[in-house]
């Protein structure tokens, strides 16, 4: 049976020996969701640098960066456009797909049901999600 760890007299965690023991880290997040981008028109981008991730989270998302490690890691970002409504959004597939010896990210469009309550106001809706980084070339496709 393993020893329990204890506290040091200052609350850090410690070993039984004495020495503090490292922080755990925070899971990675893998997905980011909105409905107001700054992106007009639909399109969508495969971010493999930590400069591009940047730049699109400054100019598409108008936030700060998330913290991501681009070694680990690629980002597929989707922008919808312009839509008439609220309750539209981005639901990405969890694998990477191979086709021809190709990673492919697939994602279709969420729209909102007949009936849902949704906010009567033009909005541009957005989803970034990461995937480990795949070996060679990888490509983002919209499902029907």
């Keep these: 049976m393993a020893a329990p760890a204890r506290l040091e007299a200052n609350g850090v965690p410690g070993t ?3 020495a503090p023991m490292a922080p755990k880290r925070a899971p990675q997040r893998l997905e980011w969701q909105g409905a107001f981008s700054s992106v007009a028109k639909p ?9 591009a991730w940047r ?6 998302v108008g936030a700060q960066a998330p913290a991501v490690d681009f070694h680990r890691f690629v980002a597929a970002a989707v922008f919808l456009g312009i839509r008439p409504t609220g309750g539209y959004g981005v639901v ?3 694998a990477v797909a191979v ?4 990673a492919v ?3 279709r469009e969420k729209k909102p049901g007949r009936g ?3 906010i009567e106001s033009l909005t541009r809706p957005y989803g970034i999600r990461l995937y480990p980084k795949p070996r060679g070339k990888a490509s983002i496709r ?3």
Excluded: C, M, Q
């Design 116 to 118: 849902d309550f949704v």
């Design 92 to 94: 990405f597939s969890t």
């Design 55 to 60: 730049r699109l989270w400054r100019h598409d």
């Design 105 to 107: 990210i697939h994602y």
């Design 142 to 144: 919209k499902l029907p």
């Design 16 to 18: 039984p020996g004495g």
């Design 99 to 102: 086709e021809r010896g190709r």
């Design 43 to 51: 399109r969508s981008v495969l971010v493999t640098s930590a400069a």
